[in-house]
């Protein structure tokens, strides 16, 4: 952001310019002060720590009298000011008439002086809860630390610390902010223990984000995850542990699933991947801590009560973490209720229907039950299905849906709400009308919907029709069919950001799996959430003027039947959801023009036309009525135009409304005549105006991204690495699509010289390498360089299996067993072996990059999903040809051939008093580690005590460090061959930081 950026230089400058300088600064806080903002004023210790080298003392206070040396002062709704405000007191402080006041989650930066002499200080004040973790990150922010989902990033370069001059105030734009982590694939929380939770949860405040959401799977669509448990009262205990239940599981390395084939990924032992890759695991059978022995998925009863018992201690304890530091937590199951096959016996043995609204109001009753009393819960959302994002539901269907969430209602109204309730799905209601559920719930029950079309489709503009009640935007901050490859979308976080708040929305949260490579995409949402001063674009839907979204489709080499003015259909605004005019108080007729180019079937493209919010139109299909390519021209007389404004809106059923032309023709109450004829999605045409521009579905990141890079790599080579980034935001070339699963490879027939165009920025952005220095600012910058590269690599990779699978055709048809076996050994095995020079290369570029759970979920990916169509199969095919083993060079080797690293899949930063530190290591090395140990110490203070690593498996340790309750930094150090390796990389001078939170 611009606005941070020089925000950000002010405070360095001021940092090094003003205020008492030699100094360990000073922390002023209440003596009365909660837990929460005695971990505040520790983080803030930590951080200042960490820039400047200087660790600060704690000294509570009762009044502003007690202030004598320079420094920072934490006060609740600035109480020790407003307390001072009529003495006579040492320190100028602000008029209680000018105070300003303070919302719960508002923050207040102010710089404050001694009457006399030059004295600084600094006041956070802030409203309530986690607000003051809000003021003490966003000036955390200004030393120029940033916040992520995977950690934390600190500049390398240290600044003397010293009170700067500021006069800042916020508050979110959103209510809650937050993140939708999806259960299914080993990329996202499939493979989450509680570390993993917890490390994840206690970044959420840093970014200002406070809602934490889970999605649940039901039964055979796929399959049933044990997110939530489905059954009635009386089976579970008091403390609902369930007595009893039906299988379920996580994503593991183990798992057929004959439901949903299991997303294309096979079965597959850990032991059995290629590379150095099985390393990474200390089990063949790999998967989530909750499923150890229960893979690939519970065989008896009491192994599936123990599966979901696991799972609700696992939530338990995260979600009770995530309430200390006031994020809202969220789990939920899809509607209407899907009733697990095994519970459904269960109830027709005692005489009840499982399809009784009484019933499933029971089932209700007894989810909400079970979870109030295993997990400290907020709020429990209803998916709707995903089958309505492309095709549309009969009334049946949606009669079913509204029943079911009546019924949920009605089951928790008599539970006395034990959490909030909400909707939420791939679209935001039934394509009968999107808006249906505000018509039939009660407004104390939150509307939400992730973006349609992974997320390349914009928020639904139907938000602006639902009033009074919560509304919770969810954008995707990746998709699923590129989930094996980086996905840049900072400009589209930023457009999503902005049209939930011009559409009223009180939530935003992002979907995602991964976690470190959506950095730039997580802080651009977080950022957005709370300041958007670089929008353009009206900050109100009803000040919009001209299309509500939309994009240009041309077809003008196509004939047009039906019509004396082609020219206007030859070009359709799509993808649109209407148009809103200024038109003269009046009567007039509307005409709207329309020409199917898409789709010559009846179904393909249906919605609704609504002109000044009556429904003119129901199911209108362009192609059932015209055909393709024929004109087709609707006309609605009479319509009245009161307050200046004309609403012309199309709800979408199937697919996407689009128009080719309209024409506003009438007279205004004062008999002048109007008449308006727009060339909808084309240029000015015949006597028609131009449509206005394209929706633009990312806006401006080029400030984001200058911040982003210093912060990742430094000011080295800030200008021309931000340049690249912003280039191609949005528009990264994505080499991997859905196939049969997320992130798949596909042969590619294209040639590789015209395919390997697409990444020029690659080595453009490596021949910046050499101007940069300090170990974390070359390792992040690796980090994104290795993953280009390795997207470059797929696409050789395809290309070369489109190659492979060629001569293999040839083979085929080839009936001369001589001139068969020839085509194999002289063109077949050097082809393969290219491949496997190919694959070895994308290995070596993940195992250099891979650090967390979610990129060994990437790992697994590759290993099961695509390798075994694109590299063993083929293999075995060869074999067969030749009646021999692969010669050594056309193998896959299982050896890691990459340089030594080490590191922690799920790095804690903060601690519950009384926790032990529990790190799970890995070390990836061609000789075997020696030497392996943790150091650590009091933050600051005193030598480093050695605890030795112990090797579980493989490449993967542990380390305990016991029962913390002091703040605490820590490295870890291992000697392979010659060469000795650090986590992190810029240890011993910049080191891992733990801070305990107070009771």
């Not at 205990?237 to 007595?243: I, L």
């Not at 969430?405 to 909707?423: I, K, S, Y």
């Not at 009180?506 to 929008?535: C, E, F, V, Y």
């Not at 079937?601 to 055909?627: M, N, P, W, Y």
């Amino acid at each position: 952001m611009k606005t941070k950026s020089i925000v950000l230089a002010l405070v360095v400058s001021a940092l090094a310019a003003c205020g008492e300088a030699g100094k360990a600064p000073v922390i002023y806080i209440a003596k009365d002060a909660s837990a929460l903002e005695r971990f505040g004023a520790a983080e803030l210790r930590r951080y200042i720590y960490l820039c400047a080298g200087e660790l600060a003392s704690f000294v509570p206070i009762d009044s502003l009298e007690d202030v004598k040396r320079a420094g920072i002062i934490l006060s609740l709704k600035g109480r020790i000011l407003k307390d001072a405000a009529a003495k006579d007191s040492a320190i100028e402080i602000v008029a209680p008439d000018k105070f300003p006041k303070l919302d719960p989650e508002e923050y207040w930066l102010r710089t404050l002086k001694r009457k006399t002499g030059e004295t600084k200080y600094l006041l956070i004040s802030y409203g309530e809860g986690a607000a003051v973790l809000y003021g003490v990150y966003a000036f955390a922010e200004k030393l120029g630390v940033r916040f992520y989902l995977d950690g934390d990033v600190v500049p390398e370069d240290k600044v003397e610390f010293r009170i700067p001059d500021i006069d800042e105030k916020s508050r979110p734009l959103f209510k809650l902010r937050g993140i939708q982590p999806f259960h299914d694939f080993a990329e996202g929380p499939d493979w989450w223990n509680e570390d993993t939770y917890k490390a994840i949860l206690a970044q959420l405040p840093k970014l200002r984000m406070n809602f934490f959401g889970l999605h649940t799977y039901p039964e055979k669509n796929p399959n049933a995850e044990p997110t939530v448990w489905i059954g009635l009262p009386g089976d579970f205990d008091t403390d609902g542990r369930v007595t009893f239940s039906y299988p379920s599981s996580y994503q593991n390395t183990l798992r057929s699933n004959p439901w949903s084939h299991n997303w294309g990924y096979q079965p597959k032992k850990t032991g059995d991947f290629h590379f150095g890759a099985g390393e990474l695991f200390e089990r063949d059978d790999y998967g989530p801590e909750v499923m150890a022995g229960l893979m690939p998925e519970p065989k008896t009863p009491e192994q599936s009560n123990e599966l979901f018992n696991r799972t609700a201690a696992l939530l338990r304890g995260a979600f009770a973490f995530a309430r200390r530091l006031g994020i809202k937590t969220c789990v939920g199951t899809e509607t209407p209720l899907t009733v697990p096959a095994l519970v459904q016996e269960r109830m027709k043995s005692a005489g009840r229907d499982p399809k009784d609204p009484r019933v499933v109001r029971e089932l209700y009753k007894g989810i909400f039950q079970r979870i109030a009393a295993a997990v400290p819960l907020d709020y429990y959302w209803f998916w709707t299905s995903e089958n309505w994002t492309w095709s549309d539901a009969n009334e049946d269907a949606v009669k079913a849906v509204t029943t079911d969430l009546d019924m949920a209602v009605q089951a928790a109204d008599e539970l006395g709400n034990p959490f909030a309730l909400a909707t939420c799905g791939w679209v935001l209601g039934p394509p009968s009308r999107r808006t249906l559920f505000d018509q039939v719930l009660p407004k104390k029950v939150a509307a939400s919907t992730i973006n349609r079309e992974v997320g390349k489709a914009p928020v639904d503009p139907n938000f602006a029709g639902i009033e009074g009640r919560s509304k919770w935007a969810i954008p995707w901050l990746e998709d699923d069919p590129s989930l094996t490859s980086p996905q840049l979308w900072v400009g589209r976080m930023r457009r999503d950001a902005v049209d939930a708040l011009k559409y009223g929305c009180d939530g935003l949260m992002g979907i995602h799996w991964r976690t470190r490579i959506l950095s730039p995409n997580i802080l651009a949402l977080a950022w957005a959430a709370w300041d958007q001063g670089w929008n353009t674009l009206p900050a109100n839907f009803k000040d919009l003027v001209g299309p509500v979204n939309g994009q240009f489709v041309n077809f003008a080499d196509q004939a047009i039947a039906g019509t004396r003015e082609a020219a206007i259909y030859k070009d359709v605004r799509d993808r649109m959801y209407g148009y809103h005019l200024l038109v003269p108080d009046g009567t007039y007729a509307v005409t709207l023009k329309f020409c199917e180019s898409e789709f010559d079937r009846k179904s393909a493209r249906v919605f609704d036309v609504i002109i000044q919010g009556k429904k003119v139109v129901e199911k209108l299909d362009i192609f059932e009525r015209a055909g393709r390519f024929k004109a087709l021209d609707l006309v609605f007389k009479n319509v009245d135009v009161a307050g200046g404004r004309l609403a012309i809106d199309l709800g979408d059923r199937i697919h996407y409304p689009s128009m080719a032309g309209l024409i506003i023709e009438g007279k205004t109450k004062t008999g002048e005549k109007v008449l308006k004829k727009v060339n909808c999605g084309g240029p000015k045409a015949l006597d028609y105006e131009a449509d206005w521009p394209e929706t633009p579905r990312f806006l401006a990141a080029s400030d984001f991204y200058l911040d982003w890079v210093r912060n990742q790599f430094g000011r080295a080579a800030d200008r021309e690495i931000a340049d690249i980034f912003t280039r191609i935001d949005g528009k990264l070339p994505i080499p991997v699509n859905w196939t049969n699963g997320p992130g798949g490879i596909a042969p590619d027939k294209r040639p590789w010289a015209e395919v390997e165009k697409a990444f020029g920025f690659v080595s453009e952005l490596a021949a910046l390498r050499p101007r940069l220095s300090g170990k974390g600012f070359l390792e992040r910058f690796d980090y994104w360089l290795k993953n280009f590269e390795y997207m470059r690599e797929i696409s050789h990779y395809q290309c070369l299996w489109a190659e492979s699978n060629g001569i293999f055709d040839k083979v085929k048809v080839e009936k001369n067993p001589n001139k068969k076996k020839g085509i194999v050994q002289e063109s077949l095995l050097p082809l393969r072996v290219r491949m496997v020079d190919s694959l070895q290369e994308i290995f070596n570029d993940l195992l250099a990059t891979v650090g967390n759970t979610g990129e060994l979920g990437t790992i697994a990916n590759w290993e099961q999903h695509n390798m075994p169509g694109s590299i063993e199969k083929p293999g075995e095919e060869i074999k067969k040809l030749l009646n021999a083993d692969l010669p050594p060079r056309a193998r896959l080797s299982n050896a890691y051939q990459g340089t030594v690293r080490i590191f922690v899949p799920s790095v804690r930063t903060s601690l519950e008093a009384g926790e032990s530190l529990t790190l799970k290591v890995i070390i990836l090395a061609q000789d075997p580690p020696q030497d392996a140990a943790l150091y650590w110490r009091e933050l600051g203070r005193g030598k480093f005590r050695a605890v030795p690593l112990q090797k579980v498996a493989r490449g993967v340790y542990s380390v305990i460090v016991p029962a913390i309750d002091k703040d605490i930094e820590y490295y870890i150090r291992t000697r392979a061959g010659e060469r000795d390796v650090v986590f992190p990389v810029t240890a011993p001078a910049l080191n891992q930081t733990v801070v305990v939170i107070p009771k």
